[in-house]
T-cell receptor
Framework: SQELEQSPQSLIVQEGKNLTINCTSSKTLYGLYWYKQKYGEGLIFLMMLQKGGEEKSHEKITAKLDEKKQQSSLHITASQPSHAGIYLCGADILEYGNKLVFGAGTILRVKS | GAGVSQSPSNKVTEKGKDVELRCDPISGHTALYWYRQSLGQGLEFLIYFQGNSAPDKSGLPSDRFSAERTGGSVSTLTIQRTQQEDSAVYLC?????????????????FGQGTRLTVV
C-alpha cells in the first residue's frame, strides 16, 4: 500500500539486540494498528494507538504515534527468536473511508 | 466463537472454476472485512460490511469477485472463473464497529486465512 510506508522491508538482528520498525503516512492517521504475522498464520493484533504522542508497551514491544499522527514506530527491546515474523502497520485514514489500509510489512528474523 | 474462523484453510482449484470462501466472525462483531495478501505484497482491501449498511465494495478487483453477509454474521467471498492471479491468502477480520474518525474503530481481529491456489 502506498498510503503507508513501512521500513525497513526486512531486518535480521542478533538475539538480544534492539530494533525499530517505522510506519509513515503523508496523511493524518486516525488510528494506527500494529499486527504480527507468522508464516502461514493470520494476523495477531499487537497494539492500537489513537492519540498524538501516545505510547503503549506490551512485554518488550513499545509502539509510539507521533504528535502529528503521521508516523509510528515499533520498538523491540532485547529481541528473541519468538519475535520473528512479519510486522504490519494498519491505519484508519479519513480519505480512504471504511477500510483499514496496511503497509507492505517488515520481515524480522532473529538470529540465535 | 472464540475467534474469527475461516474455511477452508487451503484451497486448490483449477483455472476457470468458481470458489467460495467462508468467514465466521466473532459473535457480536458488526464490522467484517475481507483482505487479500498476495506473495510478497501487503494486505489489499476487498470489501467491508458494517451492520445493515450497504457494503463498501470499492476494493473488489473485478466483477468476478462478490461477497455477501447473511444475517449480519457469516460472510462468503465468491470468486467466479478463477484466474491464476487470484492465488493469494484471503483474510477475514471482524471488529465491534468500524468507520473512521477519532475513537470510532475497535481493533480488528483476523482469521487464519484461506490460502487459494489456482492451477
Amino acid at each position: 500500500s502506498q498510503e503507508l510506508e513501512q521500513s525497513p522491508q526486512s531486518l535480521i538482528v542478533q538475539e538480544g539486540k534492539n530494533l525499530t520498525i517505522n510506519c509513515t503516512s503523508s496523511k493524518t492517521l486516525y488510528g494506527l494498528y500494529w499486527y504480527k504475522q507468522k508464516y502461514g498464520e493470520g494476523l495477531i493484533f499487537l497494539m492500537m494507538l489513537q492519540k498524538g504522542g501516545e505510547e503503549k508497551s506490551h512485554e518488550k514491544i513499545t509502539a509510539k504515534l507521533d504528535e502529528k499522527k503521521q508516523q509510528s514506530s515499533l520498538h523491540i527491546t532485547a529481541s528473541q527468536p519468538s519475535h520473528a515474523g512479519i510486522y504490519l502497520c494498519g491505519a484508519d485514514i479519513l480519505e480512504y473511508g471504511n477500510k483499514l489500509v496496511f503497509g507492505a510489512g517488515t520481515i524480522l528474523r532473529v538470529k540465535s | 466463537g472464540a475467534g474469527v474462523s475461516q474455511s477452508p484453510s487451503n484451497k486448490v482449484t483449477e483455472k476457470g472454476k468458481d470458489v467460495e470462501l467462508r468467514c465466521d466472525p466473532i459473535s457480536g462483531h458488526t464490522a467484517l472485512y475481507w483482505y487479500r495478501q498476495s506473495l510478497g505484497q501487503g494486505l489489499e482491501f476487498l470489501i467491508y460490511f458494517q451492520g445493515n449498511s450497504a457494503p463498501d465494495k470499492s476494493g473488489l478487483p473485478s466483477d468476478r469477485f462478490s461477497a455477501e453477509r447473511t444475517g449480519g454474521s457469516v460472510s462468503t467471498l465468491t470468486i467466479q472463473r478463477t484466474q491464476q492471479e487470484d492465488s493469494a491468502v484471503y483474510l477475514c477480520a471482524s471488529s465491534l464497529e468500524g468507520g473512521t474518525g477519532e475513537s470510532e474503530r475497535a481493533e480488528a481481529f483476523f482469521g487464519q486465512g484461506t490460502r487459494l491456489t489456482v492451477v
